[in-house]
């Protein structure tokens, strides 16, 4: 009895350490290639098998939805947008009532292990010093209240558009 006592605390104390390990998504200044600065990649583990991501790193997903492949955030599963009004390489101008319905996709930006992007990642510093996460130099943005996979912002007011992939475009690592 006693040594499967110790055996679920050592269970317990992994998943402590696993959970503490994942973190959450913060501010943090890192580019892609083809961008400024560091190219974020996982760190490495045994073997060079990739580990978890650091702490404040965003994972970007490809997955399907009912508009084809679309980037998303591996955490959550919300679709993430460009907005019209900003430009390549420019500051984010979704602001103010704006940004109440957007929210800035910000950390460090890595795909997951098992997608190739077609794109870049990198970022761009927002009005209040934050590093939102940028598609081929757009800034990213969720839609506020969309549930997992949800498209449902796609072309709001002619200027919301998600990202869209055609399959020939996307690399699955296998």
């Given at each position: ?7 679920v605390?050592?269970v ?6 696993l959970?503490?390990?994942c973190?959450?998504?913060?501010s ?7 961008n400024p600065?560091s ?9 060079g098998?990739?580990?978890?991501p650091a702490?404040?790193t965003t ?21 993430v947008y460009?907005?019209s009004?900003?430009?390549?390489g420019?500051?984010p ?24 992007l077609p794109?870049t990642?990198g970022?761009v ?5 934050a ?14 209240g969309?549930?997992p996979?949800?498209?449902?912002g ?5 200027k919301?558009?998600?990202?869209k992939l055609?399959?020939s ?6």
């Amino acid at each position: 009895m006693r040594k499967s006592g110790w055996a679920v605390a050592a269970v317990c104390g992994s998943l402590v350490l696993l959970l503490t390990a994942c973190g959450g998504s913060s501010s943090s200044s890192s580019s892609a290639p083809g961008n400024p600065g560091s190219t974020p990649t996982a760190r490495g583990g045994p073997s060079g098998q990739a580990s978890l991501p650091a702490p404040g790193t965003t994972v970007l997903i490809v997955e399907h939805s009912k508009l084809g492949w679309v980037l998303a955030m591996a955490k959550d599963g919300l679709v993430v947008y460009t907005y019209s009004g900003d430009t390549k390489g420019g500051p984010p101008t979704c602001t103010g009532a704006c940004a109440a319905l957007w929210h800035a996709v910000t950390g460090v930006p890595m795909v997951s292990s098992a997608d190739t992007l077609p794109g870049t990642l990198g970022t761009v510093t927002t009005a209040n010093g934050a590093k939102q996460i940028t598609y081929n130099g757009y800034p990213l943005y969720i839609f506020k209240g969309a549930g997992p996979f949800s498209t449902q912002g796609e072309g709001l007011e002619g200027k919301w558009h998600v990202i869209k992939l055609k399959a020939s475009d996307i690399t699955f690592a296998g």
